[in-house]
């Protein structure tokens, strides 16, 4: 009896050891893992951190890893090949929605069990309206999180040299294009090498970062009227002159046609120059890549008329969008955690706290505090309050023909073309081309564009 009882004893331990391995082999194979991608290495270091901690919480309470990777080089090609060969990833950033919708790549946000309330919560309708977040479907397949808000970057400095200062000697940058231009004349002599502007007119966005966007804050309108529902430039009249302006006063850096934008930020951070047109990603520039050897201040973009003020540009974009592979194999509640995390405003936080991402809404950022030494992100996010995503512009087809970047390049700045007659060239070629290009294109819903009540005019 005592050795059956010892053979039972121990058939007993095998089997109870055998279980728990094949307990510990079923854990897991029930762990799904979700690959992420994204091109975002400037946030690699703290995303994985935040992933790392995720995974061992509620992932792991989720039975979920995510595996987090930055890819170089084009995403858009790296994710348009890989579903092509069924190896798409689950979750991804950079995404073209009308290409991949169609290629049945996405699924929609608000479709998933939960997703319409999960939005509702967290954004208005007019948050997430445009193709950087809904396919021509009407369906919302991403979602905005990051913004990059715009404005003046000014040399406080030079401000106070030349006297451009307050009753109690604070730098007063300006708020009308009438004044920058004026200010800049006053902050130049050649003699000293002490310029009042810096344009870099050979970067391949300097059009539409430092001249297009400016219009929407002075008119509440972009170059497309969306309540008129036609092309209409008149409101860059004043643009332009100022530009014209401070090249005849031979206010700005000398060699504007030649100078890229990195150029222009290291001379900006390193010479006697009042003034930039900057995004907030420029704050890692100023603070590291070019540490600015002057004191340095954001203003918002200067408008036409100080009593007539609108919400200015902000560039805002759809981020992570659900691959139909990824909710098949999690299902719609797991996929929906995945989403929260990515979306949730403690990762908005932490990101906003490292100077690696100003929140869609600003509100998100009040009260946290940032890491030492980030001049200008703050003031960043101050003007994401004032700032809108804007509306969809109306596409165009101007084949063979001069749009408005080069118009600007090749004819106004060169004195070749009035900006009177420019404008009005413009505004009847754009006109032309928009209805080209919606009549050679039926499938594009041209009356969605309109915005009857659209207005965003500041107090």
């Not at 929140?359 to 994401?384: D, Q, R, S, T």
Request: with cysteine; aromatic share 12%; charged share 25%.
């Amino acid at each position: 009896m005592r050795f059956l009882s010892k053979t039972i004893s121990a058939l007993l331990a095998a089997a109870s050891m055998t279980a728990l391995f094949a307990g510990c082999g079923k854990t897991s194979e029930e762990t799904v893992k979700v690959n992420v991608w994204t091109p975002d290495s400037h946030s690699k270091s703290v995303m994985l951190e935040l992933v790392d901690e995720w995974n061992k919480t509620k992932g792991r309470e989720l039975g979920v890893e995510i595996v987090y990777t930055v890819k170089e080089g084009d995403i858009q090609q790296a994710t348009e090949m890989a579903f092509a060969s069924d190896q798409g990833p689950d979750l991804f950033s950079s995404v073209l929605i009308e290409k991949n919708r169609t290629a049945g790549n996405i699924v929609p946000l608000d479709e998933l069990e939960g997703g319409q309330e999960w939005i509702d919560s967290m954004f208005e309708p007019g948050d997430y309206d445009g193709p950087a977040f809904k396919g021509d479907d009407g369906k919302v397949y991403c979602l905005p999180r990051n913004v990059n808000a715009f404005g003046l970057v000014y040399n406080k400095d030079m401000f106070k040299k030349y006297g451009i200062v307050d009753e109690n000697g604070e730098p007063t940058p300006p708020e009308t294009f009438e004044e920058l231009r004026e200010y800049a004349k006053r902050m130049t002599d050649p003699a000293a090498q002490d310029y009042g502007i810096i344009f870099p007119m050979k970067w391949n966005a300097f059009y539409s970062a430092d001249v297009a966007q400016l219009l929407i804050g002075s008119t509440g309108k972009n170059h497309f009227d969306c309540v008129t529902g036609e092309f209409n430039l008149d409101g860059l009249k004043p643009i332009y002159e100022m530009y014209l302006g401070i090249k005849e006063d031979g206010s700005c850096f000398p060699g504007s046609e030649s100078l890229d934008n990195d150029m222009a930020r290291a001379y900006f951070a390193e010479r006697n120059i009042g003034m930039k047109f900057a995004g907030s990603y420029d704050v890692g520039v100023f603070n590291n890549q070019f540490p600015a050897k002057c004191d340095w201040g954001v203003a918002p973009y200067p408008v036409a008329d100080k009593n007539n003020k609108y919400l200015q540009h902000m560039g805002v974009g759809g981020w992570m969008a659900l691959s139909t592979g990824a909710r098949e194999k999690l299902g719609d509640a797991k996929a929906l955690e995945v989403l929260k995390f990515f979306y949730g405003e403690d990762m908005q936080k932490r990101l906003f706290a490292e100077g690696m991402a100003l929140p869609f809404n600003a509100e998100i950022a009040e009260g946290v505090e940032i890491k030492e030494g980030l001049k200008g992100w703050k003031e960043f996010n101050e003007i994401v309050k004032i700032s809108t995503g804007g509306y969809t512009l109306a596409s165009f087809d101007l084949t063979g023909e001069k749009g408005p970047q080069t118009v600007f390049m090749e004819d106004i700045w060169t004195g070749n073309v009035s900006v009177d007659d420019a404008i009005s060239d413009l505004n009847t070629r754009l006109n032309a081309g928009m209805k080209k290009f919606y009549r050679n294109n039926p499938d594009k819903d041209f009356q969605k564009l309109l915005k009857p009540d659209w207005d965003i005019k500041r107090d």
